[in-house]
T-cell receptor, first 115, second 113 residues
């Protein structure tokens, strides 16, 4: 397996469910990111994990909870979601921080539908 | 705050015609600039990026972009469109502080046979 992988690719869940999204990068990178992609909106950065820091977008609701057990794996735990949370969730990784001009490499995304 | 504007959410070109996708950014300091492409049901793939040096940057699949500081622009071009170029294109910038990309809202490119 190469690049950035995400599982599952599709997920349908009810508002009372708890589920987790998984991301794995096979590039030896040091930073990982979660983005939310909704139609007609710019990609929204949700969370950043790197060796130096964890950064959160303060507008992300607490029903989204990230976990980064090591530099290769990133999870997004979901609970009591709302229908407006339906979107494509993209994971990305980079060798270093974007302030050094580093490229982010994206996974294929998880298409989430909340009923 | 950093912002990225992509003029035209939908662009249609004939096969073989010039492709021009526009991107303008707001920044008091020249940022790092990127173009990504997204095909249906896939993640974003890097087309090209500008960090320093030559302002005309060549990328994959025949695309190129020119950084124009005076116009705060980074437009994407391709001399001759192929059917396989139909996709969503995103412009993004990052700054010399922090660890974040700022994306535009995307331009959907349709190539007409």
């Amino acid at each position: 397996e190469t690049g950035v992988t995400q599982t599952p690719r599709h997920l349908v869940m009810g508002m009372t469910n708890k589920k987790s999204l998984k991301c794995e990068q096979h590039l030896g990178h040091n930073a990982m990111y979660w983005y939310k992609q909704s139609a007609k909106k710019p990609l929204e950065l949700m969370f950043v994990y790197s060796l130096e820091e964890r950064v959160e977008n303060n507008s992300v609701p607490s029903r989204f909870s990230p976990e980064c057990p090591n530099s290769s794996h990133l999870f997004l735990h979901l609970h009591t979601l709302q229908p407006e949370d339906s979107a494509l969730y993209l994971c990305a990784s980079s060798q270093g921080a974007t302030r050094f001009g580093e490229t982010q490499y994206f996974g294929p995304g998880t298409r989430l539908l909340v009923l | 705050a950093q912002s990225v504007t992509q003029l035209g959410s939908h662009v249609s070109v004939s096969e073989g015609a010039l492709v021009l996708l526009r991107c303008n950014y707001s920044s008091s300091v020249p940022p790092y600039l990127f173009w990504y492409v997204q095909y249906p049901n896939q993640g974003l793939q890097l087309l090209l990026k500008y960090t320093t040096g030559a302002t005309l940057v060549k990328g994959i699949n025949g695309f190129e972009a020119e950084f124009k500081k005076s116009e705060t622009s980074f437009h994407l071009t391709k001399p001759s469109a192929h059917m396989s170029d139909a996709a969503e294109y995103f412009c993004a910038v990052s700054r010399e502080t922090g660890n974040q990309f700022y994306f535009g809202t995307g331009t959907s490119l349709t190539v007409i046979p």
